[in-house]
Protein backbone atom coordinates (compact mmCIF):
# COMPACT_ATOMS: atom_id res chain seq x y z
CA UNK A 1 0.00 0.00 0.00
CA UNK A 2 1.11 3.39 -0.92
CA UNK A 3 1.45 6.26 1.37
CA UNK A 4 0.75 9.98 0.39
CA UNK A 5 4.27 10.97 0.76
CA UNK A 6 5.66 9.09 -1.67
CA UNK A 7 7.95 10.21 -4.67
CA UNK A 8 9.36 9.79 -7.68
CA UNK A 9 8.37 5.94 -7.79
CA UNK A 10 8.90 5.89 -11.54
CA UNK A 11 12.52 7.18 -11.47
CA UNK A 12 11.26 9.93 -13.63
CA UNK A 13 12.29 13.21 -11.32
CA UNK A 14 15.61 11.75 -10.44
CA UNK A 15 16.24 11.73 -14.31
CA UNK A 16 14.96 15.13 -14.68
CA UNK A 17 17.15 16.29 -11.88
CA UNK A 18 13.86 16.80 -9.36
CA UNK A 19 12.36 19.38 -11.60
CA UNK A 20 9.22 17.96 -11.61
CA UNK A 21 8.87 18.02 -8.12
CA UNK A 22 8.89 21.52 -8.32
CA UNK A 23 5.76 21.80 -11.11
CA UNK A 24 3.68 19.29 -8.23
CA UNK A 25 4.52 21.35 -5.31
CA UNK A 26 2.67 24.17 -7.15
CA UNK A 27 -0.32 22.32 -8.53
CA UNK A 28 -0.28 21.34 -4.15
CA UNK A 29 -0.21 24.80 -3.45
CA UNK A 30 -2.72 26.24 -6.06
CA UNK A 31 -5.03 23.18 -4.98
CA UNK A 32 -4.87 24.14 -0.73
CA UNK A 33 -4.83 27.72 -1.29
CA UNK A 34 -8.28 26.99 -3.33
CA UNK A 35 -9.48 24.62 -0.71
CA UNK A 36 -8.96 27.17 2.00
CA UNK A 37 -10.80 29.65 -0.15
CA UNK A 38 -8.49 31.78 -1.42
CA UNK A 39 -8.21 33.34 -4.92
CA UNK A 40 -5.30 31.95 -6.91
CA UNK A 41 -3.75 32.24 -10.25
CA UNK A 42 -0.76 30.67 -12.05
CA UNK A 43 1.77 33.00 -13.82
CA UNK A 44 3.18 31.30 -17.10
CA UNK A 45 6.34 32.39 -17.20
CA UNK A 46 8.41 29.29 -15.55
CA UNK A 47 11.81 31.48 -15.35
CA UNK A 48 9.83 34.12 -13.75
CA UNK A 49 10.63 35.74 -9.64
CA UNK A 50 6.83 34.38 -8.62
CA UNK A 51 4.86 31.41 -9.52
CA UNK A 52 1.37 32.20 -8.40
CA UNK A 53 -0.81 35.18 -7.68
CA UNK A 54 -2.43 34.89 -4.71
CA UNK A 55 -5.46 37.20 -2.78
CA UNK A 56 -4.73 38.05 0.82
CA UNK A 57 -6.65 40.00 3.00
CA UNK A 58 -5.90 42.97 5.31
CA UNK A 59 -8.06 41.54 7.30
CA UNK A 60 -10.56 38.10 8.15
CA UNK A 61 -13.29 39.53 6.03
CA UNK A 62 -11.42 42.73 4.82
CA UNK A 63 -9.78 44.32 1.63
CA UNK A 64 -7.88 41.82 -1.07
CA UNK A 65 -4.53 42.29 -1.53
CA UNK A 66 -3.08 40.89 -4.47
CA UNK A 67 0.64 39.17 -3.73
CA UNK A 68 3.52 37.68 -6.11
CA UNK A 69 4.33 34.17 -4.28
CA UNK A 70 7.13 31.89 -5.70
CA UNK A 71 7.55 28.15 -4.71
CA UNK A 72 9.92 26.61 -3.29
CA UNK A 73 10.42 23.11 -2.61
CA UNK A 74 11.95 22.07 0.76
CA UNK A 75 14.37 19.17 0.57
CA UNK A 76 16.31 19.31 3.62
CA UNK A 77 16.34 21.67 6.59
CA UNK A 78 16.32 24.73 5.13
CA UNK A 79 14.30 26.99 2.72
CA UNK A 80 16.02 28.79 0.12
CA UNK A 81 15.33 32.73 -0.22
CA UNK A 82 16.49 32.72 -3.94
CA UNK A 83 16.58 32.03 -7.55
CA UNK A 84 17.69 32.06 -11.11
CA UNK A 85 20.47 29.51 -10.44
CA UNK A 86 19.19 26.93 -12.35
CA UNK A 87 19.01 25.83 -16.07
CA UNK A 88 18.83 28.71 -18.73
CA UNK A 89 19.87 28.66 -22.30
CA UNK A 90 23.45 29.34 -21.74
CA UNK A 91 24.96 25.99 -19.60
CA UNK A 92 28.09 27.37 -19.38
CA UNK A 93 28.71 27.70 -15.65
CA UNK A 94 29.25 30.83 -14.61
CA UNK A 95 28.99 31.41 -10.90
CA UNK A 96 26.79 33.26 -9.37
CA UNK A 97 26.06 35.30 -12.73
CA UNK A 98 22.08 34.37 -13.05
CA UNK A 99 21.40 33.94 -9.16
CA UNK A 100 19.64 36.42 -6.99
CA UNK A 101 18.10 36.81 -3.58
CA UNK A 102 14.46 37.54 -3.42
CA UNK A 103 13.76 40.88 -2.31
CA UNK A 104 9.95 42.88 -2.44
CA UNK A 105 11.07 44.06 -5.93
CA UNK A 106 10.55 39.94 -6.92
CA UNK A 107 8.01 38.72 -4.92
CA UNK A 108 6.00 38.79 -1.51
CA UNK A 109 5.89 35.77 -0.30
CA UNK A 110 7.81 32.34 -0.24
CA UNK A 111 6.28 29.30 0.02
CA UNK A 112 8.12 26.59 1.06
CA UNK A 113 6.45 23.11 0.40
CA UNK A 114 8.39 20.91 2.28
CA UNK A 115 8.94 17.21 0.42
CA UNK A 116 8.66 15.37 3.33
CA UNK A 117 5.37 15.83 5.14
CA UNK A 118 3.96 18.84 2.41
CA UNK A 119 3.58 21.34 5.42
CA UNK A 120 3.40 24.88 3.60
CA UNK A 121 6.04 27.66 4.86
CA UNK A 122 4.11 31.17 4.39
CA UNK A 123 7.79 33.42 4.67
CA UNK A 124 7.07 36.94 3.70
CA UNK A 125 9.64 37.85 1.43
CA UNK A 126 10.16 41.55 3.27
CA UNK A 127 11.96 39.44 5.94
CA UNK A 128 14.66 37.69 3.69
CA UNK A 129 16.83 40.45 4.00
CA UNK A 130 17.68 39.22 7.73
CA UNK A 131 19.14 36.01 6.88
CA UNK A 132 21.30 34.43 4.24
CA UNK A 133 20.64 32.92 0.85
CA UNK A 134 18.47 30.53 2.22
CA UNK A 135 16.81 29.73 6.06
CA UNK A 136 16.46 27.07 8.66
CA UNK A 137 12.97 25.72 9.22
CA UNK A 138 13.56 25.77 12.63
CA UNK A 139 13.52 29.49 12.64
CA UNK A 140 10.53 30.23 10.59
CA UNK A 141 7.94 27.47 12.50
CA UNK A 142 5.92 30.34 13.24
CA UNK A 143 5.75 30.71 9.42
CA UNK A 144 4.58 26.77 9.37
CA UNK A 145 1.03 26.31 7.72
CA UNK A 146 0.17 30.00 9.15
CA UNK A 147 -2.82 30.67 6.98
CA UNK A 148 -3.49 33.54 9.40
CA UNK A 149 -0.48 35.53 7.65
CA UNK A 150 -2.81 35.44 3.86
CA UNK A 151 -6.12 36.83 6.44
CA UNK A 152 -3.89 39.63 8.27
CA UNK A 153 -1.41 40.90 5.70
CA UNK A 154 -1.29 44.09 7.36
CA UNK A 155 1.74 46.13 9.06
CA UNK A 156 0.76 45.17 12.51
CA UNK A 157 -0.17 41.47 11.88
CA UNK A 158 3.72 41.16 9.80
CA UNK A 159 5.69 42.86 13.00
CA UNK A 160 4.08 40.10 15.10
CA UNK A 161 5.28 37.32 12.95
CA UNK A 162 8.88 38.87 12.46
CA UNK A 163 9.03 39.46 16.29
CA UNK A 164 8.73 35.46 16.19
CA UNK A 165 11.50 34.44 13.90
CA UNK A 166 14.62 33.43 15.20
CA UNK A 167 18.05 34.81 14.48
Same mark, same amino acid.
Given at each position: MG??????? !???IAKKAGAPLGDAHELFVRAIMMR???EVGKVDLSAGPYDL?????T????????????IKTISGTSLTLGGGSRGGIDREYKSGVKSYKYSEEHNELIFGVDKENFDIYIF? !???????? !???SKNKI???KNNWEILMNWNEEYLRKIEKQLKN
Open positions: DIKDVDL !TGELGFILAAHKPGGEKLFLRVQP !TRFASKYG !TSIVVC
